[in-house]
């Protein structure tokens, strides 16, 4: 077991080491990556492809890069926004690491890109503890998903930034709590800000791109707890099923 940790660790360290390079080399370019991050079918590719249109209406530089197990589904959805859109093929890599990302990004990422928005693989386990060298991370949740799935994924929502619900226009459908969705992102990431999304709807729509600039200019604003505790984002390492966080909570 202490070998499987310290493996973990040297990992994520590299990864960590990897990461403050992409983020120093991007940021002078001006450049600043957001890292998505949710469960699949949360919604996180329509709300994207909505979100990077606005961006081009508006006439800031995006681009998107979108990573899969297997497809170039997502890739094809958001080139629907008619900004550059780049497909990762992971092939079995449950999460992007910031080497893989850096790779991806030379030669194709165009100089004057203000803003990268980072498609992580559908996924609430591994990608929660890699640091892509984002100034913003994200983390969606869907109210088809219950109330309780901040405290099953305590890494993933403890380290966001910014957290939004998406497909509100089902909530009465399903009965989805969302005062006691907000009650559990707080008592994982106190202070976090969690905003309501629906594309079809169109509630919240822009608030993303609007919380992108911002912290592309001022940093993220909020610090979560769990960073503040460590100089690591993987200060309290997930075990394998990844439900080791800062607080107790049962598993899936």
């Known amino acids: 077991?202490?070998?499987v940790l310290d493996l973990q660790q040297a990992v994520l360290a590299k990864n960590d080491a990897c990461a403050?390079?992409?983020?120093?080399?991007l940021a002078a370019r001006g450049t600043a990556v957001v890292n998505l991050l949710s469960s699949p079918?949360?919604?996180?590719t329509a709300l994207l492809e909505r979100e990077l249109t606005l961006a081009r209406e508006r006439g800031?530089?995006?681009?998107?890069l979108t990573a899969d197990l297997a497809t170039e589904n997502d890739a094809v959805r958001l080139a629907r926004a008619e900004?550059?859109?780049k497909q990762v093929l992971t092939d079995g890599l449950c999460h992007l690491e910031a080497e893989m990302l850096g790779g991806h990004l030379d030669g194709w990422l165009p100089a004057d890109t203000r803003?990268?928005?980072?498609e992580n693989v559908g996924n609430l386990v591994c990608p929660a503890s890699y640091d892509l060298g984002e100034t913003l991370r994200v983390v969606l949740a869907s109210v088809t998903e219950g109330e309780d799935k901040p405290l099953k994924y305590p890494t993933a929502f403890g380290l966001a930034h910014l957290v939004l619900i998406t497909k509100t226009d089902l909530a009465a459908a399903v009965d989805f709590d969302e005062t006691t969705f907000r009650a559990n992102v707080e008592r994982i990431n106190p202070g976090a800000e969690v905003v309501r999304t629906s594309v079809r709807g169109g509630e919240g729509l822009g608030t993303l791109l609007e919380?992108?600039?911002?912290?592309?200019?001022?940093?993220?604003?909020h610090i979560p707890v769990m960073t503040r505790r460590s100089h690591h984002l993987h200060d309290g390492l997930e075990d394998r099923d990844g439900d080791r966080g800062p607080v107790g909570s049962s598993r899936s």
Do not use: D
């Open 20 to 25: 403050h390079t992409l983020r120093e080399e």
């Open 211 to 221: 919380r992108a600039l911002a912290a592309r200019e001022n940093g993220p604003g």
């Open 1 to 3: 077991m202490c070998r």
């Open 83 to 85: 900004v550059p859109v």
């Open 41 to 44: 079918g949360s919604g996180k």
């Open 60 to 64: 800031v530089p995006v681009a998107a």
């Open 115 to 118: 803003l990268l928005f980072v």
